[in-house]
């Protein structure tokens, strides 16, 4: 097949989208695949990612700026003409809109005026951001732009069964469930390190890793609520705006900053517990990179860990908001070393059929359903 991916977000900034876009973009180009990247132009980016099998894929850069208080942002600068120009020259067989809003926009306009079958992947939940930044006035603003964009889509994928059900009670129609897949062969209980563990935590403490951006969304203060409980510790993976006041708030925690690869795989199996506390998740990758590590999970009751928690099987699930419930969850596993020993076995079991081969070829077989959804005439259904 011939793959074009539009990407709202690409590296060099790495969040939940760049990671979904490698690892689709691995797994097309070892199989023989052709594809090409469409992505914001940033300061000194590359023009093409080499792939895991050493195949070079090229990067179109599109003009951008970075999005006023929050540079991690790029706002795309270019034309749906530009855009389609781009789509005659690539002559793809369908175009992979990752996380579509401006630049995934104009796109899903160009590929319907070159006759190119679009899937949208829903990555990020633009209108809670919204309301967690104090402007929920734009909440119904974003969906009416969301549902411009996927409702011009020959089919949007959702993350989860609540995130699907969000969409379709928004009126985004044509809508599947396509889940995220997890490197099994990175994270991993084997690399449970003793001596990284001491450096966070005394030999009776237990270890608690949160692992993310620290940014306002991802709600982090309210791990506040386990950062003062006697015999644990915390230990914060990640970097972000938040960090400083983070650092101020929690100043028994460990912040080990960003981490990736086989040292950030090592920060995940060598804690106790991983807690995510953020309530936008529209999935929630890095809880299936601590289950994958064999530790138990503890995040909101909303969007994506409902899907991928088991209460009282794989960790648990609080309401939103009742910090108490999340403390008194962490106790149960942290002070219970038989439990959250058959939890993290269990959590660890729970994401083995999830790797990225199998995500990847299911996200093939929508593919294929978009471009015979394109050739049937409407009304022919």
Not at 15 to 40: K, Q
Not at 148 to 166: F, K, Y
Not at 338 to 353: N, Q
Not at 354 to 362: G, S
């Amino acid at each position: 097949m011939r793959i074009l991916v539009v990407a709202e977000s690409f590296l060099p900034h790495m969040n939940g989208v760049t990671n979904s876009v490698l690892r689709v973009v691995d797994h097309f180009a070892a199989t023989g695949d052709e594809l090409a990247i469409i992505a914001p132009q940033w300061p000194r980016a590359e023009t093409s990612v080499r792939t895991a099998c050493g195949r070079v894929v090229p990067v179109h850069r599109v003009p951008s700026a970075p999005l006023p208080g929050y540079s991690a942002v790029r706002i795309a600068a270019t034309s749906a003409a530009a855009l389609r120009r781009r789509i005659e020259e690539f002559r793809p067989d369908v175009v992979h809109l990752a996380s579509p809003t401006i630049l995934g926009g104009r796109a899903v306009v160009a590929a319907q005026k070159a006759g190119v079958p679009t899937v949208a992947v829903f990555q990020t939940d633009i209108p809670g951001y919204t309301a967690r930044y104090g402007m929920p006035f734009l909440e119904s603003a974003s969906w009416r732009a969301l549902r411009d964009v996927h409702n011009r889509a020959t089919l949007t994928l959702a993350p989860s069964t609540r995130t699907r059900d969000e969409l379709i009670e928004h009126d985004i129609e044509r809508v599947d469930l396509w889940r995220r897949g997890v490197d099994t062969s990175l994270f991993s209980p084997s690399l449970h390190d003793p001596e990284l563990r001491a450096r966070y935590a005394d030999p009776d403490e237990k270890l608690v890793v949160y692992m993310g951006r620290l940014a306002p969304e991802k709600q982090v203060a309210d791990l506040e609520v386990i950062h003062d409980m006697p015999g644990v510790r915390l230990l914060i993976v990640g970097d972000g705006p938040d960090r400083e006041a983070l650092r101020r708030r929690m100043p028994r925690a460990r912040f080990a900053g960003f981490r990736s690869g086989t040292d950030l795989a090592a920060h995940l199996a060598s804690a106790d517990l991983f807690i995510h506390p953020g309530e936008l998740e529209t999935f929630g990758q890095t809880i299936q990179e601590a289950m994958a590590s064999g530790l138990p999970v503890i995040a909101p009751r909303r969007g994506g860990p409902v899907d991928l928690i088991a209460p009282s099987r794989t960790g648990w699930l609080y309401t939103p908001g009742m910090l108490d419930e999340l403390r008194e969850q962490a106790g149960d596993l942290l002070f219970d070393d038989s439990k959250r020993r058959a939890f993290g076995r269990a959590a660890l079991e729970s994401v083995h059929k999830r790797t990225w081969p199998v995500l990847a070829e299911q996200l093939r077989a929508y593919y294929l359903s978009a471009m015979e959804r394109h050739r049937t005439p409407l009304g022919a259904h």
